[in-house]
Protein backbone atom coordinates (compact mmCIF):
# COMPACT_ATOMS: atom_id res chain seq x y z
CA UNK A 1 0.00 0.00 0.00
CA UNK A 2 2.86 2.44 0.54
CA UNK A 3 3.21 2.71 -3.07
CA UNK A 4 -0.67 3.38 -4.03
CA UNK A 5 -0.37 6.17 -0.90
CA UNK A 6 2.29 7.98 -2.79
CA UNK A 7 0.49 7.70 -6.04
CA UNK A 8 -2.77 9.36 -4.41
CA UNK A 9 -0.54 12.10 -2.60
CA UNK A 10 0.83 12.66 -6.55
CA UNK A 11 -2.57 12.72 -7.54
CA UNK A 12 -3.63 15.30 -5.07
CA UNK A 13 -0.85 17.52 -6.00
CA UNK A 14 -1.81 17.66 -9.54
CA UNK A 15 -5.39 18.22 -8.55
CA UNK A 16 -6.66 15.20 -10.66
CA UNK A 17 -9.85 14.00 -9.64
CA UNK A 18 -10.54 10.54 -9.07
CA UNK A 19 -11.92 7.83 -6.76
CA UNK A 20 -11.11 4.89 -5.15
CA UNK A 21 -12.32 0.87 -5.44
CA UNK A 22 -10.23 -1.38 -3.29
CA UNK A 23 -9.75 -5.15 -4.74
CA UNK A 24 -7.14 -7.43 -2.98
CA UNK A 25 -5.27 -9.95 -5.34
CA UNK A 26 -3.11 -12.65 -3.82
CA UNK A 27 -1.16 -15.90 -4.99
CA UNK A 28 1.78 -16.22 -3.19
CA UNK A 29 2.16 -18.53 0.26
CA UNK A 30 5.67 -17.76 1.12
CA UNK A 31 7.94 -17.17 -1.80
CA UNK A 32 5.81 -19.05 -4.25
CA UNK A 33 3.40 -18.77 -6.22
CA UNK A 34 0.40 -20.79 -5.47
CA UNK A 35 -1.12 -20.88 -9.30
CA UNK A 36 -4.70 -19.78 -7.63
CA UNK A 37 -5.50 -15.74 -7.37
CA UNK A 38 -7.85 -14.70 -4.59
CA UNK A 39 -9.84 -11.95 -5.17
CA UNK A 40 -11.19 -10.02 -2.41
CA UNK A 41 -12.60 -6.49 -1.41
CA UNK A 42 -14.94 -5.45 -3.83
CA UNK A 43 -18.69 -6.02 -3.85
CA UNK A 44 -20.31 -4.12 -6.80
CA UNK A 45 -18.26 -4.46 -10.06
CA UNK A 46 -20.78 -1.97 -11.74
CA UNK A 47 -18.98 1.11 -10.36
CA UNK A 48 -16.27 0.54 -12.91
CA UNK A 49 -18.70 0.34 -16.03
CA UNK A 50 -18.11 2.88 -18.22
CA UNK A 51 -15.19 4.22 -16.07
CA UNK A 52 -11.44 4.51 -16.92
CA UNK A 53 -9.61 1.63 -14.52
CA UNK A 54 -6.18 1.73 -13.16
CA UNK A 55 -5.36 -1.08 -11.47
CA UNK A 56 -2.39 -0.18 -9.02
CA UNK A 57 -0.19 -3.29 -8.39
CA UNK A 58 3.15 -3.14 -5.87
CA UNK A 59 4.79 -5.90 -8.33
CA UNK A 60 4.41 -7.73 -11.62
CA UNK A 61 6.93 -10.90 -11.79
CA UNK A 62 4.83 -13.80 -13.99
CA UNK A 63 2.02 -11.98 -14.60
CA UNK A 64 -0.53 -14.76 -13.52
CA UNK A 65 -2.46 -12.75 -11.04
CA UNK A 66 -3.04 -10.00 -13.22
CA UNK A 67 -3.69 -12.70 -15.92
CA UNK A 68 -6.52 -13.61 -13.61
CA UNK A 69 -7.94 -10.37 -12.41
CA UNK A 70 -8.06 -8.46 -15.60
CA UNK A 71 -10.57 -10.62 -17.36
CA UNK A 72 -12.69 -10.83 -14.21
CA UNK A 73 -12.88 -6.90 -14.24
CA UNK A 74 -13.33 -6.33 -17.62
CA UNK A 75 -15.81 -8.87 -17.91
CA UNK A 76 -17.80 -8.01 -14.69
CA UNK A 77 -17.16 -4.05 -14.70
CA UNK A 78 -16.96 -3.27 -18.33
CA UNK A 79 -14.71 -0.59 -18.01
CA UNK A 80 -14.31 2.03 -20.53
CA UNK A 81 -10.33 1.22 -20.25
CA UNK A 82 -8.47 -1.07 -18.01
CA UNK A 83 -4.16 0.13 -17.43
CA UNK A 84 -2.21 -1.33 -14.98
CA UNK A 85 0.51 0.67 -13.13
CA UNK A 86 3.26 -0.89 -11.18
CA UNK A 87 6.05 0.27 -8.59
CA UNK A 88 8.36 -2.96 -9.78
CA UNK A 89 8.50 -5.23 -12.97
CA UNK A 90 10.53 -8.48 -12.33
CA UNK A 91 12.98 -9.42 -15.24
CA UNK A 92 12.30 -13.14 -15.67
CA UNK A 93 13.98 -15.27 -18.79
CA UNK A 94 10.09 -16.65 -19.76
CA UNK A 95 7.41 -14.56 -21.20
CA UNK A 96 5.23 -12.77 -18.71
CA UNK A 97 2.01 -13.91 -18.99
CA UNK A 98 0.19 -10.37 -18.40
CA UNK A 99 2.54 -6.93 -18.54
CA UNK A 100 1.87 -3.33 -16.96
CA UNK A 101 1.32 -0.56 -19.02
CA UNK A 102 3.21 2.20 -16.40
CA UNK A 103 6.21 0.66 -14.16
CA UNK A 104 8.19 2.33 -12.06
CA UNK A 105 11.44 0.38 -11.52
CA UNK A 106 12.61 -3.18 -13.77
CA UNK A 107 14.39 -5.30 -10.95
CA UNK A 108 16.43 -8.58 -10.83
CA UNK A 109 14.45 -12.17 -10.44
CA UNK A 110 14.86 -12.06 -6.58
CA UNK A 111 12.31 -12.17 -4.02
CA UNK A 112 12.15 -9.16 -2.34
CA UNK A 113 10.75 -7.49 0.88
CA UNK A 114 9.70 -4.35 2.62
CA UNK A 115 7.81 -1.04 1.10
CA UNK A 116 4.39 -3.25 1.63
CA UNK A 117 5.99 -6.39 0.10
CA UNK A 118 5.46 -9.34 2.39
CA UNK A 119 6.91 -12.79 2.88
CA UNK A 120 3.85 -14.97 4.63
CA UNK A 121 3.02 -11.10 6.35
CA UNK A 122 6.30 -10.73 7.75
CA UNK A 123 8.52 -7.71 6.84
CA UNK A 124 6.00 -5.73 5.12
CA UNK A 125 6.24 -3.13 7.36
CA UNK A 126 10.00 -2.14 6.39
CA UNK A 127 10.96 1.39 4.95
CA UNK A 128 12.44 -0.10 1.89
CA UNK A 129 12.73 -2.76 -0.33
CA UNK A 130 15.43 -5.44 0.25
CA UNK A 131 16.11 -9.14 -1.33
CA UNK A 132 15.27 -11.43 1.39
CA UNK A 133 18.02 -13.99 2.32
CA UNK A 134 17.61 -17.86 2.87
CA UNK A 135 17.63 -17.17 6.98
CA UNK A 136 14.26 -14.93 6.34
CA UNK A 137 12.65 -16.68 4.48
CA UNK A 138 13.10 -19.55 6.87
CA UNK A 139 12.20 -17.00 9.54
CA UNK A 140 8.71 -15.81 8.01
CA UNK A 141 7.77 -19.51 7.07
CA UNK A 142 8.23 -22.03 9.85
Known amino acids: MPFYNLLCNYLQDLKVNYTCEYIFAKSYKGTRSTGNVSVSGINDYSVLRDRNVLVVEDIVDT ?7 LPILQDSGKPKTLEVISLLDKRLGSRKMEVAKFVGFSIPDQFIIGFGLDCNEFYRDLRDIWVIS ?3 VKFATT
Open 134 to 136: DLG
Open 63 to 69: GATLSQL
